[in-house]
């Protein structure tokens, strides 16, 4: 009986290995901000690449009418995910980290290829 109470303590305080609590949101700008990689083409104009853990997209014609997103890898399973908004990318936690709250998620201006804590800050970028 003291064996299979132990036991079933010790089981039930285990979390998995991959499970982590998720980054604060200043942390994830970080982030973003180190895995971007901005470049000019002269047929696209400014774009900005950007590789977070397994997350790959990348803004085409930064700041132009026709500006496009494309997304080489996203998985909201993994640590990081993307979405596109009206004007910004939000980079958001994935379901591989322990949420313990709600997700947390940053915005990438389609205008500028900056980082924001907010979608309003990154909408209202000039």
Do not use: W
Request: glycine content about 10%; proline content about 4%; hydrophobic content about 35%.
């Amino acid at each position: 009986m003291r064996i299979a109470f132990t036991l079933l303590v010790v089981l039930g305080s285990m979390t998995p290995l991959h499970a982590t609590e998720p980054p604060k949101p200043i942390d994830i700008v970080r982030t973003v901000e180190a895995g971007r990689q901005c470049g000019q083409d002269v047929h696209l104009g400014k774009s900005c690449s950007f590789k977070i853990d397994s997350l790959e997209f990348t803004i085409f014609g930064v700041g132009e009418i026709d500006t496009s997103v494309g997304f080489a890898h996203s998985d909201m399973h993994e640590r990081y995910y993307a979405t596109s908004y009206l004007g910004c990318v939000g980079v958001g936690t994935g379901m591989a980290f322990q949420q313990s709250s709600a997700p947390q998620q940053v915005y990438v201006s389609t205008k500028t290829g900056n980082v924001y804590l907010t979608r309003k800050q990154c909408q209202e970028e000039k």
